[in-house]
């Protein structure tokens, strides 16, 4: 089973389950290193057409310009096999700019809106401040008509976090 972890992140995923993890920043600070150097503006997925199982792709559209969004989504189906699952998570921005306007210092909402930008603790992120901006945002609503827009198949909301991560927006649904 081949399965795609498309902007992985910290979020690496074990190649013993079939997961191969891409990301344009070869290695976050303290986590180790994503499998293959990804930039999802401009690469192809390197993968041959209907060969993969599953794709999660977690907090990637928000970090692209919506202008990248179509090739990205039709690179995500040419690689999918028929009827895989494709999982993407996004912010619930009815959620973030609730919450924002409800208290504008809010640094979770804030930062759930336009990204950490380099605000981080440990000093090696501002290396790679310019890939945690927030380029666009998504309600339940605008993620299912883009999803559908690109003909995938039996969208839901699902949810997969904990609690905390109150501002969650979780879709799964099949090419």
């Known amino acids: 089973m081949l399965r795609l972890n498309l902007a992985s992140g910290t979020d690496i995923r074990p190649?013993?389950?079939g997961w191969v993890n891409l990301d344009v920043v070869p290695q976050w600070p303290?986590?180790?290193p994503c499998d293959l150097v990804w930039d999802a503006?401009?690469?192809r997925i390197p993968f041959p057409d209907e060969s993969v199982d599953e794709v999660v792709?977690?907090?990637l559209l928000l970090h692209l310009a919506p202008y990248h969004h179509p090739r990205v989504l039709r690179e995500i189906r040419r690689v999918m096999k028929p009827g895989a699952k494709l999982q993407v998570g996004e912010v619930d921005m009815d959620l973030?700019?609730?919450r924002w306007l409800d208290d504008p210092y809010d640094k979770s909402a804030r930062e759930m809106i336009w990204g950490e930008q380099g605000a981080h603790e440990d000093p090696r992120y501002m290396e790679f401040a310019e890939f945690d901006k927030h380029c666009c945002g998504f309600t339940e609503s605008t993620l299912t008509y883009l999803l559908a827009g690109?003909?995938?198949r039996h969208i839901q909301r699902v949810k997969i976090h904990a609690p905390e991560v109150w501002y969650e927006l979780t879709m799964e649904c099949v090419k």
């Open 15 to 17: 190649a013993s389950d």
């Open 57 to 59: 792709a977690g907090y």
């Open 41 to 43: 503006r401009k690469d």
């Open 30 to 32: 303290g986590f180790p």
């Open 96 to 98: 973030a700019l609730k």
């Open 150 to 152: 690109y003909k995938f």
